[in-house]
């Protein structure tokens, strides 16, 4: 692949099928030299015989030139819409990133989504739980709804929470409201649990759409298209895991775990994971649902250990005692693995014929079809994206990129600091954590193929989190919520 750093100097410049680094912007902490840039001018020929000779010349170029313009725009384009199109990756940005606007805002799961091309926000005011509905851009309020009142004096805090998905969430953002009962009361209302309310609001306009209630001892709920998977406890300690339409909550799918997974007794407690293609539960065993019909596609022994990852059409499983295995969508071993894939925020399928698996002290790669090893690399760092077939890895105080293709470290950095965040990637530039000289905490693009610092700007103090949401650049601090672009 060309190197995507802005030329130095003037030279011919071939045509990729994406834009470069250069296309986008120039790097402001390293300015071309002038220096080796020169100039030869000669008196021009003289008399219409020049003009009658050359301007067909000069048609022909100029025609040239245009169509070459087209072309580069299309594919400019192209490239834009590939990678907005790939949940958990950055619009490609066309110069170093600035604040937009920003409004209150929390670091907790479920507080901002993307949702009917807008950034809809979820925030607790004085009076109200609110959920509001942004232009991505300037940050207009499109909407605002007051989703539940907060805690009153006497009773429990109220929660609430909008499960988000990988990418838009489309027309429907579906949003959940824990009523706590009353802290003084009699006994048997002290032992009953939270009611919990699920509010399905249009993201075009925030109408709410009905409202329906999650009955039991809730362990976990997220969101799956416009449906919601639901897990509660029964009076044995059993699971029982529903698929609901959110809009209703009719019940698409129900599933009763056979064996007990929450026994405090013995310090077990039931959990469940919402995967791409997959539910995991685990506590008095691990069991592995199909997302689409519940059937049950694994079940690992009690204390095993099993973790799952999810895996294309498939899924992986590693265990202390049996290591890892890949399976197909059914449930049936195909062949071993020596650790558990990657699992990653954002994968443009550029690698689809390999697994990426994180082996702990080293990265390798094995064909997807036959498990044959590919390559291995011994790094401490940890895989965290995949675009145009390079790895973002980062851990500790560092970050870099790997070359899916053979294993090798194309480059890495030191911040000078432990990483509070992973980094991101709009498809160009690695966008990652860094310091400026004087210790303040600092956005640097660097470019993906070698590292190149293009740019850094200033992000505020405390920052917890930058993610990308609906391929928006969100910087989260404790309270404030602030794109940028």
Same mark, same amino acid.
């Given at each position: 692949?060309?190197?995507?750093?802005?030329?130095?100097?003037?030279?011919?410049?071939?045509?990729?099928?994406?834009?470069?680094?250069?296309?986008?912007?120039?790097?402001?902490?390293?300015?071309?030299?002038?220096?080796?840039?020169?100039?030869?001018?000669?008196?021009? @020929?003289?008399?219409?015989?020049?003009?009658?000779?050359?301007?067909?010349?000069?048609?022909?170029?100029?025609?040239?030139?245009?169509?070459?313009?087209?072309?580069?725009?299309?594919?400019?384009?192209?490239?834009?819409?590939?990678? $907005?199109?790939?949940?958990?990756?950055?619009?490609?940005?066309?110069?170093?990133?600035?604040?937009?606007?920003?409004?209150?805002?929390?670091?907790?799961?479920?507080?901002?989504?993307?949702?009917?091309?807008?950034?809809?926000?979820?925030?607790?005011?004085?009076?109200?739980? =609110?959920?509001?509905?942004?232009?991505?851009?300037?940050?207009?309020?499109?909407?605002?709804?007051?989703?539940?009142?907060?805690?009153?004096?006497?009773?429990?805090?109220?929660?609430?929470?909008?499960?988000?998905?990988?990418?838009?969430?489309?027309?429907?953002?579906?949003?959940?409201?824990?009523? @706590?009962?009353?802290?003084?009361?009699?006994?048997?209302?002290?032992?009953?649990?939270?009611?919990?309310? !699920?509010?399905?609001?249009?993201?075009?306009?925030?109408?709410?759409?009905?409202?329906?209630?999650?009955?039991?001892?809730?362990?976990?709920?997220?969101?799956?298209?416009?449906?919601?998977?639901?897990?509660?406890?029964?009076?044995?300690?059993?699971?029982?895991?529903?698929?609901?339409?959110?809009?209703?909550?009719?019940?698409?799918?129900?599933?009763?775990?056979?064996?007990?997974?929450?026994?405090?007794?013995?310090?077990?407690?039931?959990?469940?994971? !919402?995967?791409?293609?997959?539910?995991?539960?685990?506590?008095?065993?691990?069991?592995?649902?199909?997302?689409?019909?519940?059937?049950?596609?694994?079940?690992?022994?009690?204390?095993?250990?099993?973790?799952?990852?999810?895996?294309?059409?498939?899924? $992986?499983?590693?265990?202390?005692?049996?290591?890892?295995?890949?399976?197909?969508?059914?449930?049936?071993?195909?062949?071993?693995?020596?650790?558990?894939?990657?699992?990653?925020?954002?994968?443009?399928?550029?690698?689809?014929?390999?697994?990426?698996?994180?082996?702990?002290?080293?990265?390798?790669?094995?064909?997807? =079809?036959?498990?044959?090893?590919?390559?291995?690399?011994?790094?401490?760092?940890?895989?965290?994206?995949?675009?145009?077939?390079?790895?973002?890895?980062?851990?500790?105080?560092?970050?870099? !990129?790997?070359?899916?293709?053979?294993?090798?470290?194309?480059?890495?950095?030191?911040?000078?600091?432990?990483?509070?965040?992973?980094?991101?990637?709009?498809?160009?530039?690695?966008?990652?954590?860094? =310091?400026?000289?004087?210790?303040?905490?600092?956005?640097?693009?660097?470019?993906?193929?070698?590292?190149?610092?293009?740019?850094?700007?200033?992000?505020?103090?405390?920052?917890?989190?930058?993610?990308?949401?609906?391929?928006?650049?969100?910087?989260?601090?404790?309270?404030?919520?602030?794109?940028?672009?």
């Amino acid at each position: 692949m060309a190197d995507r750093r802005p030329a130095a100097r003037m030279q011919l410049v071939e045509v990729e099928d994406a834009p470069t680094a250069a296309d986008r912007s120039r790097p402001a902490d390293n300015p071309p030299p002038l220096d080796d840039v020169s100039v030869v001018v000669e008196p021009p @020929p003289t008399g219409a015989r020049v003009l009658r000779r050359w301007w067909p010349v000069a048609a022909v170029v100029v025609l040239g030139v245009v169509a070459a313009g087209v072309v580069v725009s299309a594919r400019d384009r192209a490239f834009v819409a590939r990678i $907005a199109g790939v949940p958990g990756l950055v619009r490609p940005l066309g110069a170093a990133p600035g604040p937009l606007w920003e409004t209150r805002g929390s670091t907790l799961p479920g507080t901002v989504l993307a949702a009917d091309g807008a950034l809809v926000v979820l925030a607790e005011g004085e009076q109200a739980w =609110t959920v509001a509905s942004h232009d991505p851009l300037d940050g207009a309020l499109r909407w605002s709804i007051d989703l539940a009142p907060v805690s009153r004096s006497g009773f429990e805090a109220t929660a609430a929470v909008c499960p988000p998905l990988r990418g838009d969430a489309g027309d429907l953002v579906v949003c959940l409201v824990r009523h @706590p009962p009353v802290l003084y009361s009699d006994d048997a209302s002290i032992q009953e649990p939270p009611r919990v309310s !699920v509010v399905p609001l249009s993201a075009q306009d925030g109408e709410r759409l009905g409202e329906w209630d999650v009955r039991g001892s809730l362990v976990a709920f997220d969101r799956i298209a416009d449906d919601l998977v639901v897990g509660t406890l029964d009076a044995e300690g059993r699971m029982i895991v529903q698929r609901r339409d959110a809009r209703t909550g009719d019940v698409v799918w129900s599933v009763v775990t056979p064996v007990v997974m929450n026994d405090p007794a013995i310090s077990v407690a039931a959990t469940m994971r !919402v995967l791409p293609g997959l539910i995991v539960l685990d506590g008095g065993a691990t069991i592995v649902l199909d997302v689409d019909d519940g059937s049950t596609l694994l079940t690992g022994p009690r204390f095993g250990g099993l973790q799952v990852a999810a895996l294309g059409d498939g899924f $992986a499983t590693w265990a202390p005692v049996g290591g890892g295995k890949v399976h197909d969508a059914g449930g049936t071993a195909l062949f071993d693995v020596q650790g558990l894939p990657a699992q990653l925020s954002a994968d443009d399928g550029s690698a689809s014929g390999e697994i990426i698996v994180d082996e702990g002290s080293q990265v390798s790669a094995v064909d997807s =079809t036959t498990g044959e090893p590919l390559w291995r690399t011994a790094s401490q760092l940890d895989p965290r994206l995949l675009v145009a077939q390079r790895m973002v890895v980062s851990g500790a105080d560092r970050y870099g !990129v790997l070359d899916v293709t053979d294993g090798s470290l194309l480059w890495d950095v030191d911040t000078g600091g432990v990483l509070t965040w992973d980094p991101v990637s709009d498809g160009t530039l690695v966008l990652g954590p860094g =310091t400026s000289p004087d210790g303040r905490p600092q956005l640097w693009g660097l470019g993906l193929e070698d590292g190149v610092r293009y740019w850094s700007v200033p992000l505020p103090e405390g920052v917890r989190s930058v993610d990308a949401v609906g391929g928006y650049l969100v910087v989260r601090t404790e309270n404030d919520l602030i794109v940028y672009g």
